[in-house]
């Protein structure tokens, strides 16, 4: 079956750690998106890439790096520059902005 | 710049009852517009979208959106809710004829059905 699969499903990170969130899809979609997601804001868009080796920042990146080397694949690294990293982060793809498919999320939290 | 708003952050209507969900939007450019679904700890889906032609759309679960340029607004509507809808519901845009833009997502309402 085709879609998007995000792990893992909860992470913790400890005081200055890096941790990084996995994304892969197998659905053949040029672009994919970070979004995050905290109670009451709705989603807001981190970082989004519409080709392979080429990416841009959205509403809220500082804190935040992302990479795409594969099609496939657009993980997203929380930095210790990201003071306030407690959040659902949902990865998403596309052909088109007609319709986005959504990972099933990551719920990061700070130990 | 585009955005949407979402009046009401939570809406809760009676099994059997209307559900409406409003949503303005302000977009400089022709909008593409959408109402996404989220059930608990899970990603979005897409309910519905207009993107051209008619302004009346219809998506899955019996949910209908109507787009109104002279209102710029884009209210979900279901004429009898069930426990099954309850969820959060979220209203995007995006400008269209833009290919792969991101979308601009408002900030959700949580539908409760009370039984």
């Known amino acids: 079956d085709g879609g998007i699969t995000q792990s893992p499903k909860y992470l913790f990170r400890k005081e200055g750690q890096n941790v990084t969130l996995s994304c892969e899809q197998n659905?053949?979609?040029?672009?994919m998106y970070w979004y995050r997601q905290d109670p009451g804001q709705g989603l807001r868009l981190i970082y989004y890439s519409q080709i392979v080796n080429d990416f841009q920042k959205g509403d809220i990146a500082e804190g935040y790096s992302v990479s795409r080397e594969k099609k496939e694949s657009f993980p997203l690294t929380v930095t210790s520059a990201q003071k306030n990293p407690t959040a659902f982060y949902l990865c998403?793809?596309?052909?088109?902005?007609?319709?986005?498919?959504f990972g099933s999320g990551t719920q990061l939290s700070v130990l | 710049a585009q955005s949407v708003t979402q009046l009401g952050s939570h809406v809760s209507v009676s099994e059997g009852a209307l559900v409406l969900l409003r949503c303005n939007y302000s977009?400089?450019?022709?909008?593409?517009l959408f109402w996404y679904v989220q059930y608990p700890n899970q990603g979005l889906q897409l309910l519905l979208k207009?993107?051209?032609?008619?302004?009346l759309v219809k998506g899955i679960n019996g949910f209908e959106a109507e787009f109104k340029k002279s209102e710029t607004s884009f209210h979900l509507t279901k004429p009898s809710a069930h426990m099954s809808d309850a969820a959060e519901y979220f209203c995007a845009v995006s400008r269209a004829n833009f290919g792969n833009e991101k979308l601009t997502f408002g900030t959700g309402t949580r539908l409760t059905i009370i039984p």
């Open positions: 207009y993107t051209t032609g008619a302004t």
């Open positions: 977009s400089s450019v022709p909008p593409y």
């Open positions: 998403a793809s596309s052909i088109s902005t007609e319709k986005l498919f």
């Open positions: 659905l053949n979609h040029d672009a």
